[in-house]
C-alpha cells in the first residue's frame, strides 16, 4: 500500500465509527463466504519498448448495492478482523488460475505480483502457496509475492523465515511502496529480493521536487548493483514516462499504461506493448469511468 493511502486507511479505519466499521467487517465477511471478492489485474510494461512484463492483483469488491468499496477500507478491516487469511488465499487462487488459462501465455505467463499482508506470513504460509502452486499448476517462477517494509517490520526474523521458505519454491520476492516506511537496506540484504516497488510518491514529485529526480536515479543504481529490478509505481502522465526512462528506470505501473481492470481487459492490453495503444489513440479509463474506449 502506498505511503498516502496507508494514511487514509488508517485515518479512515480509525475516524470509522464503531458499529459502523462492524457493519463493514460483517458484510466483508459475507463477501468472502459468498466469493464476492473479485480480482482486478493491473498490467506492468517495460518503459522502453513497452513490452508486458507482468501484471499485479488487486482485490475488489463490489457491493450488492453496486457501489464498490476500495482496498485501502477494507483491506485494514480485513486484517484487523482476522479475515486477511482468507481474502490472501482468494486473490492468490483465482489470479493463478486465470492466468494459467490464457493460452497465448501458455509457454510462460508473465509475472504475476500478489500483495501479502503481515498476518498471512504464518509459519504455514509457504504450504499454502505450494498448494496454490500445485492445484492450478501456475509456474512457481512466474509468481512474486509483494511484502511492504510495514509487514517486514512487525517481525521481522518470522517474515524472513516465511519467504525463505517461498523462495525455495521458486517464487518471487518484491518489496512493494519501497522508500516510503523504513527503507531499511538491511531488507535488500537478507531478503531474496528480486525487484523493488518504488513508491508512486516519488514518480509523482517528479518534476516539482528537485531532489526526486535523485533519489529515483539512486535506486535505480542500487538496483543494478544489487542485482535487484526496479520498478516505478504511479506513472500517470508521458513527463512521468520521459523523465524515468532517462533515469534508467526500465520498468513501469501505473494508470497512463494501464489502470486496474477485469481479468478479460488486462488479457487483451497485455498482448500488446503498451505504446500501440498510444499510436491508435486508444486511451483506457478505469472501470467505473466506462472500461475501455477509444479516445
Ligand atoms: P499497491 O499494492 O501499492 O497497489 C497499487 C495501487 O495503486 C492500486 O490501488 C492501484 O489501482 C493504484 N494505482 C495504480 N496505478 C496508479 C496511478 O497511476 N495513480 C494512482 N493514484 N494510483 C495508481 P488499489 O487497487 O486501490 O489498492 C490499494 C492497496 O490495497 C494496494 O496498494 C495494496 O496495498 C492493497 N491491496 C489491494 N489488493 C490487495 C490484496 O489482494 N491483498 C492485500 N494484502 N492488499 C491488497
Ligand atoms: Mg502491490
Ligand atoms: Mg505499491
Redesign the pocket.
Given at each position: 500500500?502506498?505511503s498516502?493511502?496507508?494514511v487514509v486507511?488508517v485515518k479512515k479505519i480509525a475516524g470509522t465509527p464503531k458499529r459502523q466499521r462492524n457493519k463493514l467487517a460483517a458484510e466483508l465477511g459475507d463477501a468472502i463466504a459468498g466469493h464476492n471478492?473479485d480480482?482486478?489485474f493491473?498490467p506492468q510494461f517495460e518503459l522502453s519498448g513497452g513490452r508486458c512484463c507482468g501484471v499485479?492483483?488487486?482485490?475488489?469488491w463490489m457491493q450488492s448495492n453496486g457501489s464498490e468499496t476500495?482496498?485501502?477500507l477494507f483491506?485494514p478491516i480485513?486484517?484487523r478482523f482476522g479475515m486477511?487469511g482468507a481474502?490472501?488465499v482468494?486473490?492468490?487462487y483465482r489470479s493463478c488460475a486465470t492466468l494459467i488459462e490464457w493460452s497465448e501465455f501458455a509457454a510462460r505467463p508473465p509475472i504475476l505480483?500478489?500483495?501479502?499482508?503481515p498476518q498471512?506470513l504464518t509459519e504455514d504460509f509457504s504450504a499454502v502457496v505450494e498448494s496454490v502452486i500445485d492445484l492450478t499448476g501456475f509456474p512457481g517462477s512466474c509468481l512474486e509475492l509483494?511484502v511492504?517494509e510495514t509487514t517486514l517490520i512487525s517481525n521481522f526474523k518470522r517474515a524472513t523465515r516465511c519467504l525463505d521458505a517461498c523462495k525455495e519454491l521458486g517464487v518471487r520476492i518484491a518489496l512493494?511502496?519501497f522508500g516510503t516506511g523504513y527503507s531499511s537496506l538491511d531488507y535488500l540484504l537478507k531478503l531474496p529480493v528480486d525487484r523493488i516497488?518504488l513508491?508512486?510518491y516519488f514518480?509523482?514529485r517528479l518534476g516539482t521536487h528537485r531532489k526526486a529526480e535523485a533519489i529515483i536515479r539512486s535506486v535505480v543504481a542500487l538496483g543494478e548493483d544489487t542485482g535487484v529490478e526496479v520498478l516505478a509505481?504511479?506513472?500517470?502522465s508521458e513527463a512521468n514516462l520521459k523523465t524515468l526512462d532517462a533515469l534508467g528506470c526500465r520498468q513501469g505501473?501505473?494508470?497512463?499504461?494501464c489502470?486496474?481492470v477485469p481479468a478479460d481487459d488486462a488479457r487483451s492490453l497485455m498482448r500488446e506493448p503498451w505504446g500501440a495503444r498510444f499510436k491508435t489513440g486508444t486511451r483506457i479509463s478505469?472501470p467505473d469511468d466506462g472500461g475501455l474506449h477509444a479516445a
Open positions: 500500500m502506498d498516502e493511502l496507508k486507511s471478492i480480482v482486478h493491473q499485479e492483483a488487486l482485490a475488489r476500495p482496498p485501502a483491506i480485513a486484517e486477511i481474502i490472501g482468494s486473490v492468490l505480483s500478489v500483495n501479502v499482508s498471512q509483494e511492504t512493494d511502496d516497488k513508491d508512486r514518480v509523482a509505481e504511479g506513472v500517470e505501473q501505473g494508470n497512463l499504461l489502470p486496474s478505469r
